[in-house]
């Protein structure tokens, strides 16, 4: 027994220390609080920074007097078809001057076209400021092709377009 009594004491002595270690241990959240608020007002001031993606439709003011006539040869109609086929006309249908198919994301494109379009009339007027395009969606155009007519409208910076009403199936 003479063996076992030092172990004990020991044993005891070093499980007092141990428990008597504790330390209350603190945890102040306020910096964390105020990291979190300051992340908040980051990201609330930098999306409302952020530049609108959508693109900007000039509608005319409605005034019912006012009618503008563009010369037929500055006058071009798009009629959306599926898979970006794109069917113009320019003219009218009872006159005429030009029909064929552009594409949105093949050859012919209707970027060239429209470019080659606006040449023409700048050398027949002498400005494009008459430059017409009347866009016609169809029941088998989605909404993406007719975004992307639009699209073209900005890029090629044609001021005076026209959306029209659905085109029936025929």
């Known amino acids: 027994m003479d063996y076992v009594s030092p172990f004990i004491s020991f044993k005891t002595k070093a499980m007092h220390t141990i428990e008597t270690d504790h330390r209350n241990i603190r ?3 306020a910096p964390m609080v105020d990291l979190g608020f300051l992340l908040i007002t980051f990201f609330v001031f930098t999306t409302s920074l952020m530049e609108q993606k959508a693109f900007e ?3 005319p003011e409605d005034d019912s007097n006012t009618t ?3 010369p037929l040869s500055a006058t071009i109609t798009l009629t959306l078809q599926e898979n970006g086929a794109v069917d113009y006309l320019e003219g009218s ?3 005429i001057l030009a ?6 994301y093949g050859n012919p494109s209707l970027r060239d076209h429209l470019i080659n379009k606006r040449q023409r009339i700048i050398q ?3 400005s494009d400021s008459q430059y017409t ?3 016609q969606p169809t029941a088998q ?3 993406k092709e007719l975004i992307d007519v639009l699209d073209e409208m900005t890029i090629t910076a044609i001021s005076k377009y026209v959306l029209m009403e659905e085109k029936p199936r025929q």
Do not use: M, R
């Open 141 to 143: 155009s989605n909404y």
């Open 27 to 29: 945890i102040d959240f």
């Open 68 to 70: 503008v006539q563009s």
């Open 93 to 95: 249908n009872e006159h």
């Open 57 to 59: 439709l000039k509608v």
């Open 133 to 135: 395009v009347l866009i």
């Open 124 to 126: 027949q007027l002498g």
């Open 99 to 104: 029909k064929g198919t552009a594409y949105l």
